[in-house]
C-alpha cells in the first residue's frame, strides 16, 4: 500500500469509446458529438458523476472537421467549467502527452478530475463531399486556420519530389534501418508482415476495430488490386487507414476523489511516469535514418520505471502508423519478433483516428490491466515523420514514488546525435545511396524512384529516379539486395532537379 497523499496520486477511473457507422450519411455523427458521447461513456465507465468537477479537459487535434474553439463548445456540452481548456496541436504522440500532463496536474494539486479524449468522423466527411452533400453538422469554421503539418516543414525539393507525406517519408527509416539490421528487403518485408499479421489478429476480436479481420502476412504485403502499392516498401494494407468515424476518452482523478466516489480499487489504473523527446521537424536536418535517438530515449526512460528490461511489461501498444516504428521500438526494448506489439490493433485494422489512436490504445491498455492478468503495460505513441515521441507506464499497483513532474529526456536524445550533413539542391558526380523509396499511382504503376544522396562531399540531396529508368529502378526494387550504401551518377535534369542512375 502507498504511503503518498491520496490526494496527490493520479488515477484513470473510467475509459469510453464510439464508433460511428451510419447506415445514412446524413446520420453520421460529427467530431463534437463523438467527442461527448466518448466522454459520457468513460464516466458511465467509471461509475461516478465527475463531468460537472472537471478541472482539466484536453481536446486531441482532429481534422475532419474544423470548429472555433472546439474544446470550449466540448466544455459546454458536459456542463464543466475546465480552469485548463486546452486543443492540442498535430501529433500522433498527443493522447499519451496529455494524459501524462493530466496525471502531472493532478499530482501538482492543480485539479481533481482530468479529461483527455479525441475524435474523428473522416468517414463519414469525406463520402459526404464526394456524394456533394451537405452535413447537419456544426457550420464547418471556414475562417479558422488549419494546422500546420507536412510540406509545411519539409524542403522545397523534398515536396516537389513527393516525398513529403508520411506514407513517402517513412520508407526511408524503413530502407536504412533494414540495411543496417543486415536484412535484404526480401527479409525486412517479411518481418513486417508479420508484425502487421500480429495487429490484425488482436484488431479481429476488438468490439471498436474498423476492420475486423485477421490478414495473413502473405496478404498484407503482397500487392494486388484490392492491395496495391502506395509507396515502396508499403502496401495499402501497411499503412495507417483515417477513413474511420471514431471517439475515445478517458477520466482521471485524484486517488482520494475515486475513494470518495466509491469507485473500487480493480478499477483504478496508475499512470508511473514516463518521458518525452522529439528531432527536427524537417527531416533532412536529420543526422541519420538507421535509428531514432529521441524513440531511443524515451523507450529507455520507460524502462528505467520499470527495472530497465522491456520484458518487465506484461502488455505493450507500439505505434504502429508505418512498419519501421515498432520495428525500431521492439528492438529498442530487447523485445523478439514474435511479440505481442497491441492491445488495440494498429493503424491499419482497428484503424486510425488521425492523432488520436493512442486515446484509444489507453482505453484498451485500461481494460486489459483491470481484467488482472496483467500489472504493468507500456503506452509508446508518435507523432510527425518519426519525429515526436511520448512513452507513459501504466499499472494497477499503486506508485511507490511521487509521479515525477520531469518528462523531457530530449539532453539524452541530443547527446547521441551526430553531425548532420548539409543539405544542397544541386548535385553532380557519383551519389551514395543513404535510402530511398518508389512513388506508385493509384494505378499500381511506378510514377518515380526518390533516393535519398550523400555526394561525394558527403553532403545530403534527394534526386529522382524516372519511371523510364527501368535499369536502376531494378536495383531499387531488387528483393535480395538492398541499394542502400550503392553508388550511381548524379545529373541535373532540364526541370532543375537531381537525378540519379546506376552505373
Not at 94 to 107: C, N, T
Not at 281 to 288: E, I, M, P, S, V
Not at 439 to 444: A, E, K
Not at 458 to 475: E, K, S
Request: glycine share 8%; hydrophobic share 40%.
Amino acid at each position: 500500500m502507498t504511503s503518498l497523499p491520496a490526494e496527490r496520486i493520479p488515477v484513470i477511473v473510467g475509459v469510453g469509446e464510439i464508433v460511428d457507422r451510419p447506415k445514412d450519411l446524413m446520420d453520421g455523427l460529427e467530431p463534437l458529438a463523438l467527442l461527448e458521447q466518448a466522454v459520457r461513456r468513460a464516466e458511465l465507465d467509471s461509475g461516478a458523476k465527475l463531468l460537472g468537477d472537471i478541472g482539466s479537459l484536453d481536446v486531441v487535434n482532429f481534422l475532419s472537421w474544423r470548429y472555433r474553439d472546439p474544446e470550449k463548445l466540448l466544455a459546454q456540452r458536459l456542463g464543466a467549467h475546465p480552469a485548463h481548456c486546452h486543443y492540442g496541436p498535430v501529433g500522433g504522440e498527443s493522447p499519451i502527452r496529455f494524459l501524462h500532463e493530466a496525471g502531472l496536474r493532478i499530482a501538482r494539486g492543480e485539479c481533481e478530475v482530468a479529461v483527455v479524449c479525441g475524435a474523428e468522423a473522416q468517414s463519414t466527411a469525406t463520402k459526404a463531399e464526394r456524394a456533394g452533400l451537405t452535413l447537419p453538422w456544426t457550420p464547418f469554421a471556414h475562417d479558422v486556420e488549419e494546422p500546420k503539418r507536412g510540406a509545411a516543414f519539409q524542403k522545397p525539393l523534398a515536396v516537389k519530389l513527393g516525398v513529403f507525406r508520411p506514407v513517402s517519408v517513412y520508407p526511408f527509416y524503413e530502407a536504412a534501418t533494414s540495411a543496417a539490421w543486415g536484412q535484404t528487403p526480401r527479409q525486412a518485408l517479411e518481418e513486417s508482415g508479420e508484425l502487421w499479421s500480429h495487429y490484425s489478429a488482436v484488431a479481429a476480436y476488438s468490439p471498436n476495430a474498423w476492420l475486423k479481420r485477421h490478414f495473413s502476412s502473405d496478404e498484407i504485403i503482397t500487392p494486388s488490386a484490392e492491395n496495391r502499392p502506395i509507396a515502396w516498401p508499403y502496401t495499402k494494407l501497411m499503412v495507417a487507414n483515417p477513413m474511420v468515424n471514431m471517439g475515445a476518452a478517458l477520466i482521471l482523478t485524484s486517488l482520494a476523489r475515486a475513494r470518495a466516489a466509491g469507485i473500487a480499487d480493480v478499477r483504478m489504473i496508475y499512470p508511473l511516469g514516463g518521458a518525452a523527446a522529439e528531432d527536427p521537424r524537417d527531416y533532412l536536418a536529420r543526422d541519420q535514418f538507421t535509428a531514432s535517438h529521441p524513440q531511443n530515449a524515451v523507450l529507455q526512460a520507460a524502462m528505467d520505471l520499470v527495472g530497465g528490461k522491456g520484458h518487465a511489461f506484461d502488455v505493450i501498444e507500439l505505434y504502429s502508423c508505418f512498419p519501421c516504428v515498432p520495428k525500431m521500438a521492439r528492438r529498442t526494448l530487447g523485445l523478439s519478433a514474435d511479440i505481442e506489439p497491441t492491445v488495440t490493433g494498429g493503424l491499419t485494422f482497428f484503424g486510425a483516428p488521425l492523432n488520436s489512436y493512442m486515446t484509444h490504445a489507453a482505453c484498451a491498455m485500461v481494460r486489459r490491466l483491470r481484467g488482472g492478468g496483467a500489472r504493468r503495460g507500456l503506452l509508446y505513441g508518435q507523432g510527425g515523420f518519426v519525429t515526436k515521441h511520448h512513452a507513459l507506464v501504466l499499472s494497477r499497483q499503486a506508485p511507490e514514488a511521487p509521479l515525477s513532474q520531469e518528462t523531457s529526456v530530449q539532453a539524452a536524445a541530443d547527446r547521441s546525435r551526430g553531425d548532420v550533413p548539409e543539405f544542397v539542391t544541386e548535385a553532380s558526380g557519383r551519389g551514395q545511396v543513404e535510402s530511398y523509396t518508389v512513388l506508385y499511382d493509384r494505378d499500381g504503376e511506378v510514377e518515380h524512384g526518390v533516393v535519398m544522396l550523400r555526394t561525394e562531399a558527403n553532403a545530403r540531396t534527394l534526386a529522382r529516379v524516372p519511371a523510364r529508368d527501368r535499369i536502376t529502378l531494378a536495383a531499387l526494387l531488387n528483393m535480395d539486395r538492398t541499394p542502400v550504401g550503392m553508388r550511381g551518377e548524379i545529373m541535373m535534369a532540364e526541370d532543375g532537379v537531381p537525378e540519379w542512375q546506376v552505373r
